[in-house]
């Protein structure tokens, strides 16, 4: 039995696992990689085995870092299920045909420019229709049941409070008459964050694979963050500018909504207009509102089945999103892409970003490469369609809402298992895989590894 890193080894993107075990292949998430046009050129790499030895997938969770390469394996003829959360499978329908139009529109663009180079022309990584093949392979299941996926391989779900249907994977592998059990933590969400169920502990595993996106930081108190976003509404008004959000189609865009609900009154937000415009957020928030059982204690479950904010519109055509380029100040505009890699922000960047009295508020993780990272890091121009353009207005980082638990919520999720199993770190940069790494040794004498990618690894 072992174990290869096949992504989101020393990275945050591009997540993938192979397990073999009895002579079966379990192929652990097929997510794309994420970044630079050159980060992004190795999501075609083969798998170090033909498609078709695959015998069965499972995926922890509906983002694109987890699933985006989903479809391309069922291009390349994967005819298997894909274990999955109910949930996550009616958000995939939505965020994989997403993921399948950008490269459709993104490989159109870049054929027009080969074509005048006198270039052949290239494919999209994967169509709508390879992404509609890859969403009926998914088999939908729900937490807390353990269920076999192939001989030798049985899975069961548990709540990992990132977002809808995310789900920490508890596999059980065995050949020759041994058996071990791996626990995936998935991405685990933040105990603060407002929609979500807290992630569940689990007590026992013989190896841990467990994601590191924020092991060198801690989040500011959920309260803190709170006033923070009231002062940057404050400040936004005082100076009549509009304010970007930048966020993610999924889970942040619907915290976004519950919190500019819940604290109306307080932030004032009456003489504003929020607009969500992103089509593909639009049709989340009915998979929300379908799947509000799932939703922690803490918020809403009864309330109502979505935010009911009174100046909220949603705009879904691209003539109403266009128009939000005509509004100079008091727009609240929510739209993806969540690191400014493509999508309506980029046209409201466009408007804003050299508007000293516009405010742009980063509410998610921004990885190297991406123009969000750029921003955040604090860049004076960049370049969109190619316009220069002066960064004016002011970027906020609010680091207290995101969907991924903290260095301590990383560590208090660990501390669950009472037999200590060696851990293994994915899904994080290196430095802050380190620093997880450090305290996972310190505090629990913990034996963690840093796999490399490509790595092998004996169960
Ligand atoms: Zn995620
Ligand atoms: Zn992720």
Redesign the pocket.
Known sequence: MDLTFLGAAGAVTGSCYLFRAGGQNVLLEFGQIQGSRRDEQANLDPLPLPVKDIDVVVLS?A?I??SGRLPLLVKQGYRGPIYTHHATRALCEIMLRDSAYIHEKDTEWENKRRQRKGLRPIEPLYTRDDAERAVEQFVGIGYGERCEICPNASIRLQDAG??LG?AIVELWLSENGVERKVVFSG?LGYRAAPIMEDPTPVEHADLVLMESTYGDRLHRSFDDTLVELGEVFADAQRYKGNVLIPAFAVGRTQDLLYLLDEHFDEWNLSGWRVFLDSPMAIQANEVYAQFRHLYGAKVFRERSDRPQLSNFAATRTSEESMALNRIESGAIIIAGSGMCTGGRILHHLKHNLWRSQCHVVIVGYQPHGTLGRRLVDGVEYVRLWQHTIKVNATVHTIGGLS?HADQQGLLDWYGAFADRPPVCLVHGEPKAQRALATELENRYTADVSLPRLGETRQL
């Open positions: 969770h983002h870092d987890h990132h977002i995310a991405d969907a």
